[in-house]
């Protein structure tokens, strides 16, 4: 658990930054009981990506990815945000330059209440086509039929989460760049920091604070590390 001495050092560069920039993974929405991809109890331990999460998988079998993620939207139905998801909008609010970028497709941020949200993997509660543009915020838990067709053109709708190869969404991508090379301070939660191009933000950062209960490849590299829960070390920083 993070010392006294480092959440004080971490105060310290967040009331000395002008702008935040936050950028979480699967990790903040742990402590609402969503599992994670990597570590103990982490998805990829029972599911394979390559299965589940390519634009392959999904041409082969997409009524086994449609389950797989009606499944996750289910859980995440089910979950409420957090105090670390709550923390983040309290620091929304105290700062005039603020971007929290989200490697997270759960909507937990949203939910939350953050509205300053750049989501670089795409979003969950998304459905759009594979064939033409058609795309709709879809809150459906279940369709009368797998996969569901366009209503436009028939073809298969698909979630509107980046898979495994596919490229993140340009603006979005370029926007999230620009935020961590402009901002003061980056706050990083809950992310394995293991999934490029996102992990590659952290280096872009000219000052960084990390919050996990594990090392990462940047621990070693932030200013400072906080060792813990972000339900726990956010409310305890904000
Ligand atoms: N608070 C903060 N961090 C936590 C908590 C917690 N309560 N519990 C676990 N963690 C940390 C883990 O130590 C780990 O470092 O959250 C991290 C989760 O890592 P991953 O499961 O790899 O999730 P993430 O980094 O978001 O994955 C990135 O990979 O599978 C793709 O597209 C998917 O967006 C995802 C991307």
Not at 90 to 100: A, D, G, H, K
Not at 121 to 139: E, I, N, P, S, V
Request: glycine share 8%.
């Amino acid at each position: 658990m993070a010392s006294e001495l480092e959440l004080a050092a971490a105060r310290r560069l967040l009331a000395a930054a002008g702008s935040l920039v936050v950028l979480t993974g699967a990790g903040i929405s742990a402590e609402s009981g969503i599992p994670t991809f990597r570590g103990p109890g982490g998805l990829w331990r029972n599911f394979r990506p390559e299965a589940l999460a390519t634009p392959e998988a999904f041409a082969r079998d997409p009524l086994t990815v449609w389950e797989w993620y009606l499944w996750r939207r289910g859980l995440i139905d089910a979950a409420e945000p957090n105090a670390g998801h709550r923390a983040l909008v309290t620091l929304e609010q105290r700062y005039e330059r603020f971007t929290l970028i989200t490697q997270n497709v759960d909507g937990l941020h949203d939910r939350a209440g953050s509205r300053r949200i750049l989501k670089v993997h795409g979003d969950l509660w998304h459905t759009r086509c594979t064939g033409c543009a058609y795309q709709r915020k879809d809150r459906a838990l279940a369709y009368p039929a797998l996969p569901p067709p366009c209503p436009e053109c028939g073809a298969p709708l698909r979630p509107g989460v980046v898979w495994f190869g596919e490229s993140l969404p340009r603006i979005v991508w370029a926007e999230a760049e620009r935020a961590v090379a402009q901002a003061d301070l980056l706050l990083v939660v809950g992310t394995s920091a293991q999934v490029y191009p996102a992990a590659g933000l952290i280096d872009l950062a000219r000052c960084a604070i990390e919050v996990n209960p594990a090392a990462t490849p940047f621990s070693s590299r932030v200013a400072v590390a906080l060792a813990g829960g972000a339900g726990e070390i956010l409310p305890a920083l904000v």
